[in-house]
């Protein structure tokens, strides 16, 4: 199975449409333990994608992915800015070609993963979008991703206890919330998933 430019747009767009929907939700579970307002971050940055891909449609999935780390990264506010924005612009150096196999879809995002890893100095079990990323290409690389994985993968953030970012400062109290970062880690995941029945 081979992943196009159209493919590229249609992931990208996806995942756009899912946070601009569920933004009010994302802010909410951020007011519980973060500064409350990753889905308006997000929301405003993903809009702007959107904009921007009907604009300068890239010419292939490579640009497809710089755009979308440029974007977030200039455009989405707070930490998930950079986080988001490094995770793209990872998968875009990662990748060389105007399509992508599967494995080298997942060497985008393992790619993605480390971009996310360095840029937040976190690592999987810290409550954070790594904690969703992390099992979601496990998955991948098994050829078993499902929308039970993903969801799966979300639901345990909800007994970590934050060990970084703003919801590390709660401590113990950050456990029995969902991370708003891991959310939206999901909805990506989910829209790649998406594609994947489009296809």
């Known amino acids: 199975m081979t992943y196009n430019l159209k493919w590229a747009i249609g992931w990208l767009t996806d995942f756009s449409d899912r946070v601009i929907q569920n933004n009010q939700l994302l802010s909410d579970l951020d007011q519980a333990i973060g500064d409350g307002d990753h889905g308006i971050n997000m929301a405003r940055g993903l809009t702007e ?53 599967q494995a080298k879809l997942i060497e985008a995002l393992e790619a993605g993963l480390d971009g996310i890893e360095h840029r937040g100095k976190s690592h999987a079990g810290e409550k954070t979008m790594i904690d969703v990323w992390e099992p979601v290409i496990h998955a991948l690389r098994q050829d078993e991703l499902t929308g039970d994985v993903i969801e799966a993968s979300l639901q345990k953030t909800k007994d970590l206890k934050a060990t970084k970012g703003r919801a590390a400062y709660l401590g113990d109290r950050s456990i029995g919330h969902l991370d708003p970062g891991a959310y939206s880690s999901a909805l990506l995941f989910q829209a790649l998933l998406a594609q994947e029945e489009l296809k």
């Not at 292939?60 to 455009?75: H, R, Y």
């Open 49 to 101: 994608l959107k904009k921007t891909l009907a604009e300068k449609e890239p010419t292939n999935v490579k640009e497809a992915f710089k755009t979308a780390g440029m974007t977030i990264l200039s455009k989405v506010g707070g930490a998930s800015g950079p986080l988001y924005g490094s995770a793209f612009l990872a998968m875009s150096k990662a990748t060389e070609a105007g399509t992508l196999t």
